[in-house]
């Protein structure tokens, strides 16, 4: 057996992003692992349904070799085989988030040797963590930018605490990543968003919601928020929230979202919304918090050198570094450049032999 790297899952941001970037490269890279002290930062320590969902899940995909795979499990063993296409699926049974599964499984299903359906379960817009509109939209115009693409149908909403939404993800395998230069902003040419209410709850909270974060935007143009109220059988029980996004004339995608709380009026839950999207306008950066750390897997897969700049460096994205750098051998580099910062990595040049053996 090949051997084994060892991975402090406790360093930096100590949390799910260690474990999702080090199964993720394990997987494509066919490098087995030992992440550690998992999430040894969090009020409980170990794996959670989400986490360990995610890990089997991509296990599934590369008929990998587990070990150490339960609920709260603190040190986790993962031998990979072949990733190969196929229809599979994954259900947290809880309101855990369908984007973070979504984001450990898509880079391996772009490296496998035939299509790959993913059936994934859980929240479609969970707090802490990026709402499936948003890995839609925002996510998805940045993945293009490397040459890849997957398409995604929502069947059923999920909201805390039940969960049980649905989403289907079809992705086509490809050849290797292209290199990004994600440098160059350009104007804004469309601010627009959706403000949706389910369940029992009223539009005008919608509406409430839209109204809040176009006025936080104000100074950065005009605004075309769809203000709707979720169909009941698409989405039964009782949620709001927004999700904003701003295409660039250099062809960038920023985003932002929030989500309604009980007791939270929903002028501010827009306007927050309104307000990080505001402040990455103001930072001058070309991919926003959620994307910035997102990217990185994909830049130290590519084939040459990418660029991208981005804002304040997040504890998520320098966590992805160190795990990319570790696993894969691959250098980046944080230049500061005025009040942003460039993200820079010559990529593996990674090859999908999956495909043409």
């Known amino acids: 057996m090949s051997h084994v790297l060892k991975i402090d899952g406790s360093v930096l941001e100590g949390g799910g992003q260690i474990l999702r970037t080090s199964i ?52 986790v063993e993962f031998i990979p085989g072949k990733l190969r296409g196929g229809h599979y699926v994954a259900d947290t049974k809880t309101a855990g988030s ?41 996510f998805r115009a940045a993945l293009r930018r490397f040459g890849a693409d997957f398409h995604i149908e929502i069947l059923r909403r999920g909201y ?79 949620c709001n929230g927004i999700i904003l996004s701003c295409t660039l004339s250099s062809g960038c995608v920023l985003g932002s979202d929030a989500l309604g709380k009980r007791g939270v009026d929903a002028t501010d839950v827009g306007r927050r919304a309104g307000e990080e999207l505001r402040r990455t ?3 001058g950066a070309c991919v926003d918090p959620h994307t910035q750390d997102q990217v990185i897997v994909y830049m130290a897969l590519a084939q040459g050198r990418s660029a991208v700049r981005a804002g304040d460096v997040t504890l998520h994205t320098t966590t992805a570094i160190h795990v990319a750098e570790t696993i894969a051998n691959v250098k980046f580099n944080i230049t500061p450049d005025g009040e942003q910062n460039l993200i820079e990595c010559i990529g593996l040049g990674f090859i999908n032999r999956n495909l043409i053996e």
């Open 24 to 75: 993720s490269l394990s997987a494509i890279l066919g490098i087995p692992v030992r992440v550690t002290n998992i999430r040894a930062g969090r009020s409980k320590p170990g794996l959670a349904a989400q986490h360990l969902k995610g890990i089997e899940l991509v296990a599934e995909m590369c008929q990998a070799k587990l070990q150490g795979t339960s609920i709260g499990s603190t040190e």
């Open 98 to 138: 369908i984007s973070l599964l979504l984001q450990v499984a898509l880079p391996c299903a772009l490296f496998a040797d035939a299509p790959v359906r993913l059936q994934l379960t859980g929240g479609t817009n969970a707090d802490m963590a990026p709402q499936i509109d948003y890995m839609a939209v925002v």
């Open 160 to 238: 805390f605490p039940k969960g049980g939404g649905q989403v289907l993800i079809e992705v086509n395998p490809i050849r290797s990543l292209n290199c990004v230069n994600l440098t160059e902003r350009g104007d804004v040419q469309e601010i627009s968003g959706t403000s949706f209410v389910a369940g029992t709850l009223p539009i005008k909270l919608a509406h409430l919601m839209a109204d809040g974060a176009l006025r936080e935007l104000s100074s950065k143009g005009s605004g075309n928020i769809h203000r709707y109220k979720e169909d009941h059988q698409l989405a039964p029980d009782n």
């Open 281 to 283: 306008l103001d930072s």
